[in-house]
């Protein structure tokens, strides 16, 4: 289970702040969903398409992280933001945390 806590920076941008290992989902909120509505549900489409079976995996390239997928688990990682690290989660615990954030998002402001 994942500790990620979502707040609005005070220039108004959405943050999410978490320790480490969460952090890397904190940070991968931040530099690639942002409050980007379109892309929080495109993810959660793709959950549901792996769920389906329309696809085995898929993986996404973003501009600081990259999330790959699979049936059952989720990996976000980066060679840029912080090299080395990667967090792994089921895939349920990702959708989960889209699903978080995406609610934060479209309630708080």
Known sequence: MHKVRFTWDQEGHVTALAEPPDDILA????????????????????????RKGSHSSWRADGEAWS???????AVI???????GRAREMSLEEFEELLHSWLRFVETTR
């Open 27 to 50: 940070h991968y909120l931040v530099d690639e969903v942002r409050n980007n509505h379109r892309m929080c549900h495109r993810l959660l489409d793709i959950i549901r398409a792996l």
């Open 67 to 73: 999330v790959k997928m699979s049936r059952n688990r």
């Open 77 to 83: 990682e980066s060679e840029i933001a912080v090299p």
